[in-house]
């Protein structure tokens, strides 16, 4: 069954709809009818434009990203939803419109705070495309400006997919399990695991993950205790199904990555175990009898999302079913004052009584800051409340900004920032209710910048630290003001701004990642509607600067063995202290 589709251009062949179509999912049908509605209101307001003395054509085609082959019966629509139309079999489609004006923005957003971009009636036209087994991209990445007069293309990724079976031991389908899905991503430069999906084997023991971008990915079967009335027992030997890591190891650290590419379909197959699960049983020392405590299990100290035991307050323990193997078990409590604590327990074919785990308080660290300032005039001040008093903030406490996050993806750990002063003449630069572990510091300033920081002789501007129980060693942190400057413009788009034919250039984005001996601490940097950028307080050191097209959020800046891959991107420049230096920057090609 197909229902005609008009484009809104006289004298052009509807293009039929095919309600049925193969592999269409419910979600985006429910989402192409809408448009369809749309793509109706579109075809007579296109007729009223074609009446007008402005009238101009915007046409294009639609492409798949990977294979560069036109795509058919793709939506194509603008912001706004105004006009909207599908692809013809060669994947071309076509507008009629008033002529768009010119549309000065200004600066663009800064990296990772893209926004979709509105068309509006006079404004630049901006055009996205959809359809299913394509990744839906609906801010700048996937939006592209209809220039009047010219030929666009719009390129739509193709989606990747993870699928598999999981079986038993038997060779019997695992209906039911829960499988896990973890990607690798950049948060604040530094590459972490994230959890992804999660979903069920249906009754053949098959699994799917669809809609994937590229990236690198991990799989797992999540702990399953076996509950069949038939092979359990009340008060007997009870059986469970361990995590298995793809493509089949029995923790996270040694798990096979998956490299996916644009439109591939990759097979993940499992199998699990059924084993003996025996009790154990851990005490806490010192925990508080109502209190809530968290427990972390992993195997040989490999930290992942691999077993898990409950506390029983009323017991003050650690209770729950493991199978033989030796693990870490980890505790920390909640709230103020909160403390932390980890043991080792071996099950081995009986019931486990750990030794007793005693919480201790959580560490503290400090910062000493030496200020090699040069204006002397400048009197930074700031105020803090607590609700009831107002505090004067003085000296480094009133321009930097100090976060300490976790550098591990599974350990208990909590991230902090600087303890509020406790006095009006608590100056003091402390992070509190810090759990034993690895950790980044995340430090900005107001007012110069940081020359180095250091922990016990470690860079903890490049490297993380470790806290440990009890007193930790100071961080110290030397701050300048000798600031350098950069000027620059991106060569692609002031040539597009001077064109005729395009009333408004495309964006772009800038980033400053230091090389990794380098002094230097990233920066992005806006652009504005001509392709030009500027700062004035760069930290002086040697910098990779590179533009995009795109913004680029998951830049992994702190690491040097993923940036290896923008070795070809964009220039190197060494900014010495109170330089001001000028590049010309072209266009990069985003790196997968």
Known sequence: MWTPFNNGQSGKAAIPFCVGERNLRLRSLAALLGFIVLGACAGTLGQAVQSGDQNTTVRGIVINAATHEPVGRALVSSSGNQMAMLTDAEGHFEFALPKPSSDSTGATPGPGQARPRQSRPGGPLWLTARKPGFLDRPNEAGQVQGIPGSEVTISLVPESLIKGRVILATGDPASGISVQLFVRQAQEGALHWVQGAQTRANSNGEFRFAELSPGVYKVVTREMMDDDPADTVIGGQQYGFPPVYYPGVPDFASAGTIQLTAGQNYQADLSIVRQPYYPVRIPVANAEANGGVRVT?????????????????????????????????????????????????????????GPSLVLTRNSSVHLQVTEEFTDTSWQGRGTWSDGTHNFE????????????????????????????????NDDALVSEDLVPGRYWLRITSSHGYVASATMGGVDVLRQPFSVVSGPSTPIEITMRDDTAQIDGSVTDVATAALSPSGPAPPQAYVYCVPLADSSGQYQPLGVSADGTFHSQAMTPGTYRIMAFKTAQPNLPYRDAEAMRAYDSAGQVVRLGGGEKVNVQLPISANVE
């Open 297 to 353: 299990v992993s195997v040989k100290g490999h930290r992942g999302p691999e077993y898990s035991l409950g506390y029983g307050g009323g017991k003050q323990r650690i209770e729950g079913f493991l199978p033989n193997g030796n693990y870490l078990v980890e505790a920390s409590t909640f709230g103020l004052d909160a403390e932390s604590g980890a043991v080792n327990v071996v099950v081995a074919g009986a019931p486990a009584e």
């Open 393 to 424: 903030l003085h000296g480094p406490r009133a321009y930097l900004q100090v976060r300490i996050e976790a550098a591990e993806d599974f350990a208990i750990q909590r991230n902090a920032s600087l303890r509020p002063p406790r006095s009006p």
